[in-house]
């Protein structure tokens, strides 16, 4: 009888061994296949307005992004400002209400201020030079920028920045005399300003237009892209521009390490090849766009003034050493790093002197 009901119990428990095996076996199925189909939302901000060449490529990134991540990595973008200045957008990415954008010099001196060399005025001749610059201190930057809480994906640029006016300009004098914006809390356009002795006004970018617009605003000059002010639509307001460009103002697509970390290698590594492959392509896109554009807006009525051959070059070097040297002494831009570069540029000038 012992032997019965030993064989009887073990019998009994038999059908409930399979039944918690047959359960284990599904929950973890279960649990594999919601780890791989897990999906991460990137919520990114721009100041571009839609509809321009620029976030026309944005759009195609982010659809491949999407496609060969197999729906696992998908975008949320935030254009036109709609999220605010970029210092709005940077607070927001660091609370993780935003995980990424694209920035100008303004935004990228506010995670990685040394990068910004990039853009002094009248440092670089042609974009060749600059090019080749870059292209030695990437690392640096890169490694500055996750120092900083981002990734960088990519490094766009925004491209020749001329002045546009409400009058003619034609030289440093007329622009003491002008009410020119400045990008409200921008360090080094404010030791631009203040080395050539010119007194801005501040505001946000977002509130140029209106103040363009308004009747008695305050501003009657601002500097930009030819294909910038075509795509914010400052053009519509100004009469006049220079042929001279100032500099030519950087770009970056970042994300926040909080966000580039949580992600598999696998995505880690698509955002980020993706990332270069969309801003190189930006960044030729955009060379050709404000050729375009300077035709586009000749052929609107603007009329161009101040060229190069008018230009007193010794005044504006003597303008960026001051700009420098104060950038220099307040760390904004470290004097190893602005040593670092001219020794880059130097040594690409050196160079090519001997190929010519």
């Known amino acids: 009888m012992v032997l019965t009901r030993s064989r009887a119990r073990r019998k009994s428990q038999l059908p409930q061994q399979l039944l918690f095996g047959a359960l284990a076996t599904i929950l973890f199925f279960c649990a594999q296949n919601v780890f791989a189909e897990k999906v991460y939302t990137l919520k990114f901000a721009t100041l571009l307005p839609t509809g321009t060449s620029w976030t026309k490529t944005l759009d195609n990134w982010v659809k491949d992004i999407e496609q060969k991540s197999g729906g696992q990595l ?42 910004r060399i990039l853009e002094l005025p009248f440092l670089f001749k042609n974009t060749d030079e600059s090019d080749y610059v870059r292209e030695q201190l990437m690392d640096e930057i890169e490694a500055g920028f996750r120092d900083s809480g981002f990734e960088l994906l990519g490094w766009p640029e925004v491209g020749a920045i001329h002045f546009f006016s409400k009058h003619k300009i034609a030289s440093i004098e007329d622009m003491r005399k002008s009410r020119i914006w400045l990008w409200q809390g921008d360090p080094l356009g404010e030791a631009l300003f203040a080395a050539a002795d010119i ?44 042929h001279i460009s100032v500099t030519n103002a950087i770009g970056a697509i970042v994300v926040s390490n909080r966000f580039y970390n949580k992600l598999p290698k696998d995505l880690q590594q698509l955002l980020k090849q993706s990332g270069i492959t ?7 896109q955009t060379r050709k766009e404000n050729i375009r554009s300077k035709q586009l807006l000749i052929d609107n009525g603007i009329e161009f003034y101040w060229d190069w051959d008018t230009v007193n070059m010794d005044e504006f070097i003597t303008i960026r050493d001051r700009a420098a040297a104060h950038l220099i002494k307040t760390d904004y831009i470290p004097q ?14 050196q160079q090519h002197s001997k190929i010519q």
């Open 199 to 242: 007194k801005p006004v501040p505001l946000s970018i977002i509130d140029v237009y209106p103040q363009l617009s308004a009747k008695h605003g305050s501003i009657d000059t601002v500097y930009m892209s030819t294909f910038g002010a075509i795509a914010l639509q400052w053009y519509a307001k100004v009469k006049y521009a220079s």
């Open 278 to 284: 969309a801003s190189d392509e930006i960044r030729l």
């Open 336 to 349: 190893a790093f602005f040593d670092k570069t001219r020794f880059h540029l130097d040594t690409y000038r």
């Open 74 to 115: 998908k975008f949320k973008v935030y254009p036109g400002g709609v999220m605010g200045d970029e210092p709005d957008v940077l607070r927001k990415i660091r609370k993780g209400q935003l995980h990424g954008g694209l920035f100008s010099g303004y935004g990228i001196g506010r995670i990685y201020s040394p990068a």
